[in-house]
């Protein structure tokens, strides 16, 4: 089993600008993390995960691309997949798009133009259009959201397929991710929610002919260094009623570590840590994440 370590960028990051956002790309791809993930607010801080991701592409050669997660619900997916086509083409095939169908935040709701009780249905269906983009030639489709009559979208991705993952860890969310997932990437989740939510995903999957690939179980992990600060302990209670924060939120680096190990007995093997708050020095965080870290690739 091949165990991959990602870093990731939460939606209220300020590393933003060419200052902070270049030098915080370099020392992922230098330190040896396996992937860069960016997370999607269009109402806050964090930069546009396809814009910065193709910034990052450019500077590097090895480091993996991951969007956590994009968010489909309001964007054209013939648009949506000639731009993750042409971002997979020019990385060489390093893109690796978790999407999903946003937060459930009627801020964020009003700014994509689309209402929650119709989220679901477009997401559904522009994943659905968006393979058929990548892997056919003249497609026709004929839906309750989109029509497309005769479309060949060229270049094609190198990837073949792309392969798209899903987060989410409700029972609607899980079989969402065994009807049209290839990967589970939950976050703030336990490791007895990958233990429990993995069989179910799987058994959707066999319903409907399909097979996820056992080595495409993942987690996105948050982490802080001190005690989980107030907001984030608030948020985690809202999102996680009855969980202790500490439950999935590890303090400290050998906490982290503990986890993730936790999480690979269970059957993950690919992995977003994500720091709660920024540090001051990016170099410093992440060569101390990845002294701790790095041994459990392989």
Known sequence: MKIRIGFGLGTRTF?????TFGPFVDSLDRLGFDSLWLSEQLT???????????????????????????VVPGRNPVVLAKELATLDRLSGGRLLPAMGLGAPNPVEHRAFGVERKDRSGWFDEAV???RRLWNEDDVHHDGARFIVDGVTLRPKPVQQPIEIWLGGNSST????TGRLGDGWLPSFCTVEDLRIGW???TQVAAEHDREVDPEHLGALVAYAHTAVPDGVAAFVAQRRPGLDPDD????GLS??????????????SKFVVVPIGEPDDWDTELETVAAELMPLQN
Request: cysteine-free; overall charge positive; glycine content about 6%.
């Open 255 to 268: 906490a982290l570590r503990a986890r993730l190990e936790a999480m690979i007995d269970v059957g993950a």
């Open 44 to 70: 806050g801080e964090a930069p546009d995960p396809l814009i910065a991701l193709a910034f990052a592409a450019g500077r590097t050669r090895k480091l993996k691309l991951g969007t956590s997660v994009l």
């Open 128 to 130: 659905v259009l968006m």
């Open 248 to 251: 999935v939120i590890p303090v």
């Open 173 to 176: 969310e899980l079989r969402r």
């Open 199 to 201: 069989p179910v995903i």
């Open 15 to 19: 590393t933003n600008d060419a200052t």
